[in-house]
Structures are given as C-alpha cells and as structure tokens.
C-alpha cells in the first residue's frame, strides 16, 4: 500500500506539485525568486567585475566580486569596500589617470599602478571632481564654490566665492555728518594727519591683498553646474529661483512609531509656479559677471498650437514673447576650443544645441528639435531638466540622440560647418550610447532586432553598418570593460530573470554564466513564456502584446495595463512586474486568457507612440485595450461578457478610464493607486501631455476620470496606500466622494497604512492580490 501511494506521488505533473497560490507569489522575492545581480561594473584592470547580490536572502544586497582569473565569486568585506576607487569618476584625456568623490572626500587613482592618492579629507563635502585643462589640476565644488588642488604641489585656490543673501551697504553719511567731518578736518592738523596715515596704511594693506575671487551674492537664488573653462579664465554657472507661491502638500501617516500622526512632505502640484532659471558667466580676468541671454534663440516666441482651441489665450499671445528656459552645459572640447550647451524650454516643446562663446556671450544656433507635443526619447530626456545624450567625436564633431525622424537616432554634427549627419536609421530605437576610448566606435544598445528585445552592437563613429554582437533572443544590459576586450551582461528573457554573464569583445563570441541566483523552490514551477503578438488597433496601428494562453480556456479573459506611461512590458525579457507575471501565471492554471499591451504612449516605438496621448490620456491608450478586448473575443473565443482589467498607477488610472467610459467592455476591474485626477499629479511629467491645468482645462476635463465616475457599470476594486508620496491618498478620497454622492454601490476601497505608492511589503501584496483574484473570480463567472 505504501509503495502505491509513492509512486503515484512520484507520478503526478509538476504542476500540481508546485501549485500556484497569491500566498506564495506574494511573499518575500528574496528568499522566493532569489536576487538577480545588479549594479555591475568592472576594476580599473579588467580583471575583477563587481556587483550586487544577495544569494543568501540578507535584509540588503551586497556587494560581490567575480575574478576572471580565479574563475570564482566572492564577497567583497567591509574592508575592502572602503577602500576600493569609486567606479564613477573622470580620467584624464590619456586615461592614465581617474579622479573620483567617496564619502565625501576626493581621490585621484592612478589607472597604471593602480595607486590611489587622498586629495581631500575634511568634514565638509567635496564633489563633483574634474581635470583642469591642462590636466595640472583637480577642480572641485564644496559648499557651492569651484576649488582646485595642483598635482605638483597640492596648492588649494578657490575660484569661486558665492555668497547667499545680499552685501551689506555701508551706512550713507548724511549732509549734516558730511559738513561736520570735513569742518573737523579743517580745524584740527592732528585728526587730519591720522586721517592721511590712516589712508596710507589702507592703500598698503590693499596693495599687498592676495588676488581672491569676486564676492558674488546670490540674493534669494540658488547656484548650480558651476565650471571653470578649460583655459582657467571663466566660470560658468547656473541661478535658480523658486516661486515663493509654490504650495507643497502634506501626506499625514497615521500607523506611526510615536503613535501620532505624522506629516510627511510630499511634491507640489502640475501647474504651480515654475521655478526661474539664470545662466551666467564669471569673467576672472575681467572680474565682471554677466547673464547670457536666450531672447534671440530662434523660435523661443513660438505660440504652442493648442492655444488654438483658447481664442483668448490665442490672441493674447505677444509677437516679442519669450518662453523661459534652462542652459545646461557648456560641454567643451578636448582642446578647449568649442564649447556647446543644451537649451530647453521649460515648456518642454524645444531643444536648441548651441555654439557657445562665453567671452562674447554669444550663442550660435546649431539644431534645433521643436515638438508640438513635448521633446522626449531615449538619449533624448523627457524633461527640460535633461539634457539628453551628447559627448564629442573629436574637437570639432558633436554627437547626439534625437527623434527628428520620428525615432531616437543618433547623429553627428560639425561644430564649424553645421554640417549634421544621420548616422543610424530604421524604425527602431537607440536606448544607449558610449563611445570607445580611441573614439572610432560606437557600442550601442538597440531594438531594430524586435521591440521587445535589446542588442547590443558595435558601429563606425562614420555610421557605416553595425555589427551585432550579443546572441541570444531577449535582453542585454552591457558594460564594456576598460580595456575594452571584454563585456560583462546582465541577460534575461520573459521567464527568466536576469543573470551576469562574461563574454569576450568580438562576432560570434560565448557568453558564459556566472551567476546562478533563482531558488530551487521557484525553478520547481514550469513558468510560461508569453507569446508577443502584434494585433491592429481600430485606427489601423500595430500594437504589441503579449499573450498568456491557457491549456484549458474557460471563457474569461483579464487584460493588464502596465503603469508609468512611458514604459514598456510586452517584451522578452524579465519584466519589473514579476509578481504580475506570476500572478498571470496563476490565472492562467485557472483558465483565463491574460492580455498584457504596449498601449500608446509606451516606451519602445517612436516618436509618434510615445505622444499617441497628447491632451488626451484615456483616448488612444485607452482605445488601444478596448481593442485588445475585441481581439481576445476573435482570437481566442473569449465570452465578451467576461473580460476584467486591472493595473497599478498609469494602469489603475486606464482601468478607471475603463469602467467609467466603455462599461460595456470591461465586466470588472481593479485599479491600484490611480491617478483620479491630473491636475493633482505633478508637473515635470503631466504638463508634457496635457499642459497646463491652467492653460489647457478640456485636456484635464477629457482625461481625469473624476469628471467620468457616473458611468460605472460594474464592479470596482479600488487599492490605495495611505503614505502615498507620489499618487496621494487624497487622490482617491475625492473619488471615493464623487463616487457616494453618484450613488454609487458596485464599488469598493481597500487601503493600506503604512505603503507608499511602490507596495514593499508581503502582507500588503498578499491582501491586494487575493482582492483582485476575487474580483475576477466572482465577477466575470
């Protein structure tokens, strides 16, 4: 009898001995799943790669070390951390040296003995280190002010002497003090003979003063990317004001360890007042300070197209108008000759490049990117404050990213001539750049191969055909060792997380593992890999997708709707949303067909993707699932009675959309700390799609889902941490009111007290997800 019983124990699928459940999936990853390696980058030798890991499920990843001579990984102690060069840094043209900032301290490492020399060590906080131009010196900024230390003879000079608030004048004598002083002087030989040594004495001290740099008061403004030029002769710097006005919110948290609520500070809201920006240059040799101007960059009057809609707004709009903007930069050559900067308007719908010449203040225009929706990409920054990818070819060509064809390309440009060429093109992506030490070759990482794979390839700096050399379909984060021979990779595909591999620099090269980080307990599980589709939007566009397909169909159907907006999940590599993988796992084991969309405005495909929801978040991406939902029915058969959605953030905001604006499409749905209002949201992200609040009200009308809740049909699970930092919890309270005062009753709030907008806790996602399982279960029966 008991041998029956073990054989057919033995004999049963693997499925059913490694059942799913929202318990399981939901506990801890670290001891679940495991940890993947993070954080890799390489020893100034090639020898050793470095990086984050935790094999043995510690409260925090540590740092580990593969040598590539001993073939084996191990722990990096305390020890040894701390005195290991930091792996960010500057190195001098020849890369023979390397200055870097740690803890607050600057160290220059010579990269051939592999010595490293303490240039500071004091309680204050130095940073931000770079090679003077003639690489004698390091330059430095602490509290605010350019310092630099010579190699030679580790002499300090300071080069800046920025001041907060403003000089105090010296007390004006009045007419009546005037008289009395000069009448004094007149009557008494004695005060008039110590006035005149009084004097000479001044004149000496002044004469033997060592040169310091200007005073310079900042007023109510605050200094930042201050640089000295590499000729030693200007500084360049940045001012910033923030509105007085601006309003902060206040996110209370009630589960605290004092047992009082607590206030937590939290940001200000989209459309508050801009903060003010200033570029400026310090002459030292001149001692004169001087604001650089933008009023002549061409277009900066330009009138945005959606004041269309505003005739008041349209007509008042002045001719001579000048939009504010941000300077960032300059970035110089090699031999200090030509200096650019990037420029953005703080409307965020240009990009100038710039010629600079800081003597005459002058900016000479060399590109200029205009959108009417907002500047954005890859390599390209999705906020003014970015000034995208850009770096020298050789003293005289710049090159950069830009969507000018409609996709992030990368280009190059002749400083002198204007000159500018295309160097790669397809309908297809450069999602990174970095230019090979002897400055011939590009490394690029792509996705021409799929939208939903990343390469990586090698290419001429004169944009001739590139060579691929990653492998293998999926996923790859590279980092080039400094010898450039060899890479160190991060690799996953859809069902596999991410892994560190070793392979050699060149075409048809192995890759060799050398992190095993997966427990056995999560390895016992067959996971699915998702199979990316392309289905037709209403509109005639291609959609990406990946589907979940069941063995056994029941009929029912979810659909998941990433958040962020501008990301991407319909791929084939190892998702940030792994507990949604798994969750879609489980629902599949049930029956369900999973649907998981690159909706419009996802990152991956373009220009025109990505501002697919200009002044209208809820329209296309919207649309985009409502026809996921009606490919489900054609394609897989599925009852369209019996279709849920759900998603977190940008998904929970979607699914809001869902129910409130196609209720016959969608039988239930969960949405997970939503936006249920955009004018509550930030700014550097909702005033690129909708503008202003102020500015631009049918944007926000058409796209918060507040003015939309009386159309709720079915059933809505609403999930919500309480210390909610970026969607806040008031967010959802407003709705919950619209929500009663509609008389509303097919809905339903869970709130969780101590999670912030990225759940962290096992208990918490357990609870969330048992919720939305039993939504579905129940409601789409």
Known sequence: MKKTILLTLLCLPISLKAQLTVEKIMQDPKTWIGTSPDGVHWSEDSKIIYFDWNPDANPGDSLYQYSLEKKKITKVSLGERKNMPSQRGVYNRHRTLKVYAKNGDIYLLDCKTYQIRQLTNTVEIEGSPAFSGDEQRVIFEKDDNLFSIALSSGLLTQHTDFRNGSKKAEAKKSDEEKWLESDQLALFDILKERKARKDSAKKITEAEKPDRPKEIYLGEKRVSSQQLSPDGRFVTYRLSKADKSSKRTIVPSFVTQSGFTEDLPAR????????????????????????????????????????????????????????????????????????????????????????FDPDSLSLKPLERQRDEAWIGGPGVGGYPQSSGDLGWIDNSTLYFVSEADGYAHLYSLD????????????????????????????????????????????????????????????????????DETKLAMRYSNSNNPWELFLMANKV?????????????????????????????????????????????????????????????????????????????????????TVLDMDYRASAGYGRDWRTGIYRFMGGKDLSDHVDGANWLVKKYKVDPKKIGIYGGSYGGFITLMALFTTPDVFKAGAALRPVTDWAAYNHPYTANILN????????????????????????????????????????????????????????????????????????????EYKRILNLFEENLR
């Open 268 to 355: 200000t809201k989209v459309g508050d007042p801009a903060t003010e920006y200033e570029f400026w240059v310090y002459d030292i040799k001149k001692d004169t300070m001087r604001q650089v101007s933008t009023k002549k960059l061409p277009g900066i009057g330009d009138k945005p197209d959606y004041l269309k809609d505003y005739p008041k707004q349209d007509t008042s709009w002045k001719k001579d108008k000048v939009r504010p903007v941000i300077v960032h930069g300059p970035s110089w050559s090699e031999d200090g000759l030509n200096a650019v900067v990037v420029v953005r308007s703080l409307d965020n719908k240009d990009r100038w490049i710039m010629a």
């Open 415 to 482: 400083v002198k001539s204007g000159k500018k060429s295309q160097l790669t093109k397809g309908k297809f992506e450069i999602q990174s750049v970095l230019l090979s030490k002897d400055k011939q070759t590009f490394y690029l990482t792509t996705n021409e191969v799929h939208p939903g794979e990343k390469q990586f390839y090698k290419m001429a700096v004169t944009g001739e055909e590139r060579t691929r050399l990653t492998p293998q379909k999926g996923a790859y984060e590279v980092e080039l060792s400094p």
């Open 508 to 592: 048809d090269a192995k890759p060799e593992q050398i992190t095993q980080s997966t427990t056995e307990a999560f390895k016992a599980y067959p996971w699915r890999e998702a199979k990316l589709v392309t289905l037709k939007a209403a509109d005639g566009a291609d959609v990406h997708a990946r589907v979940y397909e069941p063995k056994k169909p029941n009929g029912r159907a979810v659909i998941f709707v990433h958040g962020a907006g501008y990301l991407q999940n319909a791929h084939a590599w190892w998702s940030n949303y792994f507990r949604e993988y798994m969750f879609h796992n489980l629902l599949v084991d049930k029956g369900y």
């Open 692 to 767: 202003e609040p102020q500015l631009d009200s049918l944007a926000y009308r058409k796209s918060s889902p507040i003015y939309h809740a009386a159309g709720l049909k079915n059933h809505l699970l609403i999930c919500h941490g309480m210390v909610d930092v970026n969607v806040h919890f008031q967010d959802v309270v407003r709705l919950s009111q619209r929500l009663i005062e509609l008389k509303k009753d097919n809905w339903e709030l869970a709130v969780y007290p101590l999670e912030d907008h990225g759940f962290v806790e096992p208990s918490s996602w357990t609870d």
